[in-house]
């Protein structure tokens, strides 16, 4: 089974600041992708960003980039140039790609950010 | 706006009652998901369908079921409510079985008294 571990419950940052939220996940799977989700207040669950195991490139979205190191099995996002709409909970989670699997997504505990005025 | 439509929103209802929530996915897609939210257990996959058939099975109580019908809305169905029970449920889509990302309603936050 998979696992996702988020292991700071919250962060802050200044507005136009540079923050990293950090991700570590367990798999014996060779193929799975990894992504971030963004949580605002409306509850929303919005897709951030995605990174495939078999790229050794970082996904990058405008001003969200991620660091995925596959050998330390750890997927952190960096935000920069931080507003206050980024305000949220932040979700890491984990999907198989294994041929026949389904595309369920085991989440970690999440973040907590607040972008500080 | 993710294309995903839940309803109700909002729902209170009282223990030992049953409740059906409600999911339309984005036009096209096939794979319908159902999440669980709630404080203690973070968010939690219930149960997938697959263009009318069920995929996959998460950590969902007997009490608790799911369909999808033939124009791909998907509802879950909640009976013997509990207190534990209070949670965010979200549902989610994409249009294929595997390798592609969901995308997620707005939840139904539902409240048991």
């Known amino acids: 089974a998979q696992t996702v571990t988020q292991s700071q419950p919250e962060m802050s940052v200044q507005e136009a600041e540079t923050v990293t939220l950090s991700c570590t996940y367990d798999?014996?799977?060779?193929?799975?992708?990894l992504f971030w989700y963004k949580q605002p207040p409306s509850r929303q669950m919005i897709l951030v960003i995605r990174?495939?195991?078999?790229?050794?490139q970082n996904a990058t979205e405008n001003r969200f980039s991620v660091n995925f190191q596959k050998a330390a099995k750890s997927f952190s996002l960096k935000i920069s140039d931080s507003q206050l709409g980024d305000t949220a909970m932040y979700f890491c989670?984990?999907?198989?790609?294994?041929?026949?699997?389904?595309?369920?997504?085991?989440f970690g505990k999440g973040i907590t950010l607040s972008v500080r005025p | 706006d993710s294309g995903v439509t839940q309803t109700p929103k909002h729902l209170i209802t009282a223990t030992g009652q049953r409740v059906t929530l409600r999911c339309s996915p984005r036009?096209?897609?096939?794979?319908v998901y159902w999440y669980q939210q709630s404080l203690d257990q973070g968010l939690q996959f219930l149960i997938q369908?697959?263009?009318?058939?069920?995929?996959a099975k998460g950590n969902i109580l007997e009490r608790f079921s799911a369909q999808q019908f033939p124009d791909l809305h998907s509802e879950l169905n909640l009976s013997s409510l509990e207190l534990g029970d209070s949670a965010l449920y979200f549902c989610?889509?994409?249009?294929?079985?595997?390798?592609?990302?969901?995308?997620f309603g707005q939840g139904t936050r539902l409240t048991v008294v």
């Open positions: 989610a889509s994409s249009p294929t079985n595997m390798n592609t990302e969901a995308f």
């Open positions: 798999t014996s799977e060779n193929n799975y992708y």
């Open positions: 990174q495939e195991a078999y790229k050794q």
């Open positions: 989670a984990f999907m198989k790609g294994s041929e026949g699997a389904n595309s369920k997504l085991t």
């Open positions: 036009s096209g897609d096939l794979s």
């Open positions: 369908y697959y263009n009318g058939e069920e995929r």
